[in-house]
């Protein structure tokens, strides 16, 4: 399960001082104030730094893009596809982010499920739908 897997990371990254933060079912602004933390520790070239996604993913064969999807991202659909992408953070977003950080130690970890919008028959949210955000310093 997730927590437990976190609780493990968590453990492991503490024998060596890492600092944690966490943040349980982000939203779009929960990752985007993070993923500002981060950048900022990233600046300091001997920091070595992790950031672990465990939650939703999706790729798509319109956008041809793949995206971590937050707690408050609607499902894409002809009717929401504009909200989808509002709040969607793509591959590419976390990619520039990364070019940006000049530690000689950075890894992006992403792990969970993922899904091709193509195949998808039902909606990935729900109230049972849990997302976890990690970012390491």
Known sequence: NIESEIMMVEKALEKHNFEIRRVMNPTFDDINKELT???????????????????????THRFTKGYIVPMDAPFPSEKNEIGFLEKAISMDQLKALAKDIVSKHALFVFTGMSHEIASVQHHVHSENHRQNYQSYQ
């Open 37 to 59: 933390v981060f950048k900022k520790y990233g600046f300091k070239t001997n920091n070595r730094l992790l950031f672990y996604f465990s939650g939703h993913g999706m790729s």
